[in-house]
C-alpha cells in the first residue's frame, strides 16, 4: 500500500540551527511527494513538492530532494527562524486520481 | 490559489448530537474534499464532493454517519452526526489547485470536541 512516515516531534531548535525533517514512503508506483506546512491556527499550505525522482524542491530556505532509492523526502533548512514555528506534513499523491497520504505531522518549535 | 472559509472554527459539543461544518471557496471547483486529522495522527480523506452527485466516501467512512451536501460550485457542508467522543478532531476542506495541479489547498479547519 501507500504511506508515509515522518519523525516524530516536537522538535525544538535555537534560531539559525540547521533542521532536519526526515520523511520516508512506502508507494506503488512513482507519486509525487509533497510538504505541507501548518502555521498555528491557519490551514495547512504547500511549502514544496517535487514530481520525480532527483527533483529539488525549494521554498523560503526549505528544500528537499526525491530520493527514489531510499525513498526518502528529508525536508532541511540551513537556518530556521522564530517564524518557522509550525506543524510540518509529509505527503504523496499520484497524478491519477485526488489520493493524498499525508505523515502524522512533525511539530517544530524555534526558540530566540 | 483558492481560498477557503471553514466555519466553526472550533466547537464543544455533547455526545449524541450533530454538527454542521460549512466550507466556502472564493472560486469555482470541481472537487472538495473532507479530511479528518485526529490527535496526534496523519490526515484522512473522509470524502469527495462533486457538485450534482452523491459524495464518494473513503473505506470506514459511511453518508449516516457523515453526510455530505454539494449545493454549487463554491460550497460544501459535512455534517458529523451522533457524535460521540471519538469524533473530536480537526475536520478539514480542502480543494485541488493552486501552485499547479495536483496540490491541495486547505481551509483552516474545524476543531470539534465531544464531551
Known amino acids: 500500500g501507500n504511506s508515509v512516515t515522518q519523525m516524530e516531534g516536537p522538535v525544538t531548535l535555537s534560531e539559525e540551527a540547521f533542521l532536519t525533517i526526515n520523511c520516508t514512503y512506502t508507494?506503488?508506483?512513482?507519486?509525487?511527494l509533497f510538504w505541507y506546512v501548518q502555521y498555528p491556527g491557519e490551514g495547512l499550505q504547500l511549502l514544496l513538492k517535487?514530481?520525480?525522482?532527483?527533483d529539488k524542491g525549494s521554498n523560503k530556505g526549505f528544500e528537499a530532494t526525491y530520493r527514489k532509492e531510499t525513498t526518502s523526502f528529508h525536508l532541511e533548512k540551513g537556518s530556521v527562524q522564530v517564524s518557522d514555528s509550525a506543524v510540518y506534513f509529509c505527503?504523496?499523491?499520484?497524478?491519477?486520481?485526488?489520493?493524498?497520504?499525508f505523515g502524522t505531522g512533525t511539530s517544530l518549535t524555534v526558540i530566540p | 490559489s483558492a481560498v477557503i472559509s471553514q466555519k466553526p472554527s472550533r466547537d464543544i459539543c455533547q455526545r449524541g448530537t450533530s454538527l454542521t461544518i460549512q466550507c466556502q471557496v472564493d472560486?469555482?471547483?470541481?472537487?472538495m474534499f473532507w479530511y479528518r486529522q485526529q490527535p496526534g495522527q496523519s490526515l484522512t480523506l473522509i470524502a469527495t464532493?462533486?457538485?450534482?452527485?452523491?459524495?464518494?466516501?473513503e473505506s470506514g467512512f459511511v453518508i449516516d454517519k457523515f453526510p455530505i451536501s454539494r449545493p454549487n460550485l463554491t460550497f460544501s457542508t459535512l455534517t458529523v452526526s451522533n457524535m460521540s467522543p471519538e469524533d473530536s478532531s480537526i475536520y478539514l476542506c480542502?480543494?485541488?489547485?493552486?501552485?499547479?495541479?495536483?496540490?491541495?489547498?486547505f481551509g483552516a479547519g474545524s476543531r470539534l470536541t465531544v464531551l
Open positions: 480542502s480543494v485541488e489547485g493552486g501552485n499547479g495541479a495536483n496540490v491541495l489547498t
Open positions: 508507494a506503488t508506483g512513482y507519486p509525487s
Open positions: 517535487a514530481t520525480k525522482a532527483d
Open positions: 505527503a504523496l499523491s499520484f497524478n491519477t486520481g485526488n489520493q493524498f497520504y
Open positions: 472560486s469555482q471547483v470541481t472537487m
Open positions: 464532493a462533486n457538485q450534482g452527485s452523491e459524495a464518494t466516501y
